[in-house]
């Protein structure tokens, strides 16, 4: 089956820096990444997704980029806030109704 | 884009007891709804796969007898946790995806705390 690792499980930053979070995947089949956002006791919120067929996709201050042929995918947040801290899940499924297999998450801090 | 509620948002039990959280897709039709278990500061856990009309497809390591999943409408997905002990103390979230949208979402969550 898919198996996704997550890096770095924690990342503090200062307000207004980049944060990068990266993952791997290991099921060459996989073609749909989404990143979900989750804070503190809620739910998690899709924040960005991607196909394979695309090797970046950018909506406003996040970013994700693609490498198939690594099988890696990162999230980019640029100026960030201490609105973004929250856990941040990558996650890959063959796409359609395939079950989704999320990273460990990554606990995301921003510092004002 | 697409609701799930998920209710009640907390439970707290005795230990023996029988827990059942709800699961609803307000505004599409979920063919298939995912029930995930969370411990703190950890990932989300596949605990089963729940099918509309049919048996859900449990994951691994997860006792079915234990966890009860019902999938009666295209709407409605139920767990129920039987016989609720300490250890089944954790937060339950389930999801669904619009047919057609492999976008999943999620419902609010369920803490359960048994006692």
């Known amino acids: 089956g898919e198996n996704v690792e997550q890096h770095p499980s924690t990342l503090s930053v200062q307000e207004g820096d980049s944060a990068v979070i990266k993952c791997t995947y290991s099921?060459?089949?996989?073609?749909?990444f989404p990143w979900y956002k989750q804070e503190l006791g809620k739910r998690p919120q899709l924040i960005i997704d991607?196909?394979?067929?695309?090797g970046e996709k950018k909506d406003q201050r996040i970013a994700v980029t693609l490498n198939k042929t690594a099988k890696h995918f990162s999230l980019h947040i640029t100026e960030t806030q201490p609105e973004d801290s929250a856990v941040y899940f990558c996650a890959a499924s063959e796409g359609g109704y395939s079950t989704l297999t999320f990273g460990k998450g990554t606990m995301l801090l921003v510092s004002p | 884009g697409a609701v799930v509620s998920q209710h009640p948002s907390w439970v707290i039990c005795k230990s023996g007891t029988s827990v059942k959280i709800e699961c609803r897709s307000l505004?599409?039709?979920?063919?298939?709804m995912f029930w995930y278990r969370q411990f703190p500061k950890q990932s989300l856990m596949l605990m089963a796969t729940?099918?509309?009309?049919?048996?859900?497809?449990?994951e691994q390591g997860v006792e079915k007898d234990k966890f009860l999943i019902n999938h009666a409408s295209l709407t409605l997905s139920t767990l129920t946790v039987t016989s609720a002990h300490p250890e089944d103390s954790s937060f339950y979230i389930c999801?669904?995806?619009?047919?057609?949208?492999?976008?999943?979402?999620f419902g609010s969550g369920t803490q359960l705390s048994v006692l």
């Open positions: 991607i196909r394979s067929n695309v």
């Open positions: 729940s099918n509309e009309g049919s048996k859900a497809t449990y």
């Open positions: 099921d060459s089949a996989s073609n749909y």
């Open positions: 999801s669904a995806t619009p047919a057609g949208n492999e976008k999943l979402f």
């Open positions: 505004d599409f039709q979920a063919t298939t």
